[in-house]
T-cell receptor, first 115, second 119 residues
């Protein structure tokens, strides 16, 4: 069972470079999410997609863009990376629509370092 | 808006001892409550959740949590821990569906508690 797959797992960037984190889920889930995890701060929501064709800002969207390419894939793009974006990024998916009871399924994370 | 506070950033404990990881939340509307666990270099996985009904919720790996509405708490407990329980634990909330609006399962996480079980 693949579940939620993120690529790459590790990446080092220089300030100002751009990159895209890819996420794909094979569970036919409607909703997908991008979180970042920083020490002592838990996980903070960057962007989410409630369903195919829609995206919305989360708690910390500045400096990021997303694309819900289809039902399976949800990518996160850093247009001009900054050291403050050094973090571990997690993609997650969830089956439900508006109801909030469903479990989030997480990928294994992408560790990004910006020099 | 909702917020979650995990009262201990680190909890060391010896194997076979009981443990309690504390979580308090703040919200102006009713919420659902969750505990997730993150093993080293892995993503998060669900331990348990409180949606409604009995305030004592049982989860995987022998963990349980009790919802206390008056104290806005959702503490996680295990009567006897194992070395394999060493991990980081996150408490999280989401807006209850009938509380108005559709937050589409967005979770607000606490800061995390690192549980270290010593032999």
């Amino acid at each position: 069972n693949a579940g939620v797959t993120q690529t790459p797992k590790f990446q080092v960037l220089k300030t100002g470079q751009s990159m895209t984190l890819q996420c794909a889920q094979d569970m036919n889930h409607n909703s997908m999410y991008w979180y970042r995890q920083d020490p002592g701060m838990g996980l903070r929501l960057i962007y989410y997609s409630a369903s195919e064709g829609t995206t919305d800002k989360g708690e910390v969207p500045n400096g990021y863009n997303v694309s819900r390419l289809n039902k399976r894939e949800f990518s996160l793009r850093l247009e001009s990376a900054a050291p403050s974006q050094t973090s571990v990024y997690f993609c997650a998916s969830r089956a439900g629509g508006g109801a909030n009871t469903g479990e989030l399924f997480f990928g294994e994370g992408s560790r990004l370092t910006v020099l | 808006a909702q917020s979650v506070t995990q009262l201990d950033s680190q909890v060391p404990v010896f194997e076979e001892a009981p443990v309690e990881l504390r979580c308090n939340y703040s919200s102006s509307v009713s919420v659902y409550l969750f505990w997730y666990v993150q093993y080293p270099n892995q993503g998060l996985q669900l331990l348990l959740k409180y949606l409604s009904g009995s305030t004592l919720v049982k989860g995987i790996n022998g963990f349980e949590a009790e919802f206390n509405k008056s104290q806005t708490s959702f503490h996680l407990r295990k009567p006897s821990v194992h070395i394999s329980d060493t991990a980081e634990y996150f408490c999280a909330v989401s807006v209850r569906s009938n509380a108005g609006g559709t937050s589409y399962g967005k979770l607000t996480f606490g800061q995390g508690t690192i549980l270290t079980v010593h032999p």
